[in-house]
């Protein structure tokens, strides 16, 4: 059996653009919050100072604009955007594109020039301060001279971790957090963050049902979440039977296929896969088998766990994971067995189509766990005639 590395970058280039150079302003002044040398290091929450009021949530929202750009493109790194101001004026912006290239305070000060000096410079993350395949970005902002750094919130990343913050205090920047903005810095890197603290990736579980609860197959209502997930698992019945799912939105890259194969067949079939494409794909399997088209990797594994799985794809680079549950199957589904007892899905989204399907036997979501559970932070929207539903595990 032919194999080949896992494919794990497969991105279109993305260009950063400049933010605007337009005033940013708001006629709520939004306090901020000073952080000494060591308050992050400590755990300690930062309040902020009496009087110190500005619009700093404002940009920082700018920030997370411009990081959302390159969602789906940045793993293993996370998303994030900058923009430089001086004089209430936004007078340089970027955003990380994808791993490997500079990352958004080098994009946003290249835009600035040389007004970067003694401007404040707003960030979603803390600048890294160590050499990976980038040089530190508090040297960027050192050596730009710019007077004072507003983050959005501290990085989970040990290597990081407040460090960033304490490097550019240390060259007598003024450096402070955003505490109003800091949820909604977490939510952008929601899939990073547990990645960082958990060792797993952020796993979702999607699928689609009628009126009356029967599982769908709606290829199309999964084209904008594929956009944002580095990878799908699907079961090896689905890839066997079905199209594998696609996103088919503007810029978007296509994820990691992977494919659950279970029980004592030797073949798989992916009839949908081409051979060219095979570094997209790997099969997770309890025994071994033959797979077309040749050139898919294949992965023996000694236990069918969804925590074991998600631990290897967090540890191949892999933040995000959609789990596509779209048919009836008992190996599948036997994955997803305690997930929210085992906190292994962080989020789960359900399309409602106005369909009332042909029931063939009880539901098929018979799982999750043996107590039923609220989901938190609970939305809905409808799209293109259909609801969709997601909430927090």
Known sequence: MASSPVSLSRRHHLTPRPAASASASTSTSLRRSRLPVGCAAA???C????????????????????????AGHTSPNPMVGCVVVRGGRVV????????????????????????????????????????????????ALINAKVKDVVVGMTDPNPIV??????????????VRVCMEEEALCRKLNEAYIHRMLAGKAFATLRTTLSMNGVVLINPEGITQLLKEYDGVIISGILANKSTLPTSH??????????????GENSQLKIPFLKEECASEAVVLTDSPVTVKPPGVEVLVLDRMSLE??????????????LVDFREAGGEFASLLKNFQEEKLVQKVVVELLPIWAVSKGPGHLAFGGSQ?????????????????????V
């Open 43 to 45: 755990g300690l929450r």
């Open 372 to 392: 039923s559970f609220p989901l938190k932070d609970v939305e809905h929207k409808e799209v293109n005639g259909c609801m969709l539903l997601e909430g927090y």
């Open 47 to 70: 309040q902020a100072q009496a009087g110190d009021m500005d619009d700093d949530g404002v940009y920082i929202r700018r920030c997370v604009e411009l990081a959302r750009k390159a």
């Open 308 to 321: 074991f799985i998600l631990e290897i794809l967090a540890q191949r680079g892999l933040c995000s994971v």
């Open 161 to 174: 971790a407040s460090k960033g913050i304490e490097r550019l205090q240390s060259a007598g920047i003024d």
């Open 92 to 139: 340089g912006g970027g955003f990380h594109p994808e791993a490997g290239q500079p990352h958004a305070e080098v994009f946003a000060l290249r835009d600035a020039g040389d007004l970067a000096e003694n401007a404040t410079a707003y960030v979603s993350l803390e600048p890294c301060n160590h050499y990976g395949r980038t040089p530190p970005c508090t040297e």
């Open 249 to 262: 939105e503007a810029g978007a890259k296509q994820p990691l296929y992977i494919i659950i194969a279970q």
